[in-house]
């Protein structure tokens, strides 16, 4: 499988997972000669705002301009969108964004003296 049928792929499940239809919404063009994979997302239609900022939740390098109609897609964030894809919807959020009411999760450690802050 290509590069670019992959990460058509993890663009659409990632948008998928978060309710929106991708069908006929984005294109992608290879722009490199090599298999580092850099590429060109042209966003279009009425969802273009909210498929960039789906992409944006689950790959924090995905650039932020979500008004653009044309996304410089760099080999990094290409890899960090397929990854993305490949893992929990859970691990889509942000490390900032795990928290409940307000205040972030703690890991457990079950030894006795779980989440007890030093004195």
């Known amino acids: 499988m290509t ?3 992959l990460l058509e792929e993890a663009i659409i499940k990632i948008t998928k997972q978060a309710g929106l239809e991708t069908s006929g919404t984005f294109h992608l063009t290879s722009v ?3 298999h580092g994979g850099l590429f060109i997302m042209e966003v ?5 705002k909210r498929l960039c900022e789906e992409v944006k939740r689950a790959v924090a390098d995905f650039p932020s301009d979500t008004e653009s109609g044309c996304i410089v897609l760099l080999p990094e964030v290409v890899d960090q969108i397929i990854l ?3 893992s929990d919807p859970a691990d889509f959020l942000a490390a900032s964004s795990r928290t409940v009411t307000g205040k972030a999760l703690l890991d457990v450690h079950r030894n006795g003296d779980e989440n007890v802050p030093p004195m």
């Open 3 to 5: 590069k670019k049928r």
């Open 44 to 48: 279009m239609g009425p969802e273009r």
């Open 32 to 34: 490199s000669r090599d």
């Open 84 to 86: 993305a894809a490949r």
